[in-house]
């Protein structure tokens, strides 16, 4: 098909690029371009033509290969994500049932505040304190949408939110939170999925671990937290030096 392509479109293209750009250089009979098209066409050598035909052929057919190379990559890719997420769904409610741990960390929500029923922007900073102490020990994940009991809470009061109740903006809403606090890079470290469980939609943020030290940043200061067991701790500056040196190790 690309070497069909190459013949049948970019010999065209070209030859109407190489009209354009030279056509006041020929003489007046040529200054129509189909005419000037089948001139060159019916007055040039047959070897000529075929020669010119093989390269395109070829150009085109080249083109072909990467295209399909590239679909190809990206339909694997596409399948590997379809699966993750079908392990994702089977593995969530055994990992609810397993409750929090070292690389396990469960929050009601990202913003809504279920005690008062509004908006709190300060429940930010705990998404962004757990997802550091995530980053600064092994990875891990964290599930939005569960409570400490690992009762079931979802994310749709926080969709409500939102400037459009949709998951896609919910994740560009805790990238923003984690580029806030921990900054532009830790944003790379973290994939949200989203499930479904008794009709309740849950945000799986999977975390990678950080090869440089991630600290959060709040009013000028920066603060260093670390996965402790089934909590986030905050480092002090001893400990916190203490801590990056061992993990460079």
Not at 52 to 64: E, H
Not at 174 to 181: A, D, F, H, R, S
Not at 222 to 229: A, E, F, L, P
């Amino acid at each position: 098909m690309g070497a069909v392509i190459g013949v049948m479109v970019l010999h065209p293209i070209i030859t109407l690029v190489l009209w354009m750009e030279y056509g006041a250089l020929f003489s007046p009979e040529y200054s129509d371009f189909g005419r000037f098209a089948w001139e060159r066409v019916s007055g040039a050598p047959v070897y000529h033509l075929m020669a010119m035909n093989a390269i395109f052929a070829a150009l085109g057919a080249a083109i072909g290969v990467v295209f399909a190379v590239l679909t190809r990559a990206l339909s694997v890719q596409l399948r590997k994500a379809e699966g993750l997420l079908e392990d994702l769904q089977t593995a969530l409610p055994s990992v609810i049932a397993g409750g929090e741990n070292e690389f396990t960390e469960f929050k009601s929500t990202l913003r809504w505040d279920i005690n008062e029923s509004r908006t709190n922007r300060s429940l930010e900073q705990v998404i962004a304190k757990t997802t550091a102490g995530l980053m600064n020990h092994e990875g891990g994940r964290l599930l939005i949408g569960v409570t400490d009991a690992g009762e079931l809470t979802g994310i749709e009061q926080d969709l409500k939110t939102l400037r459009q109740p949709s998951v896609d903006e919910f994740e560009r809403a805790l990238t923003g939170i984690v580029k806030t606090y921990l900054g532009g890079v830790a944003c790379t470290l973290i994939r949200c999925r989203f499930l479904k469980i008794d009709d309740m939609t849950i945000c799986w943020v999977l975390v990678e671990r950080a090869a440089e030290p991630v600290f959060l940043v709040l009013s000028d200061t920066s603060k260093y937290y670390v996965r402790t067991g089934n909590s986030t701790r905050e480092l002090n500056a001893a400990e916190a030096h203490d801590h990056i040196q061992r993990k460079g190790r």
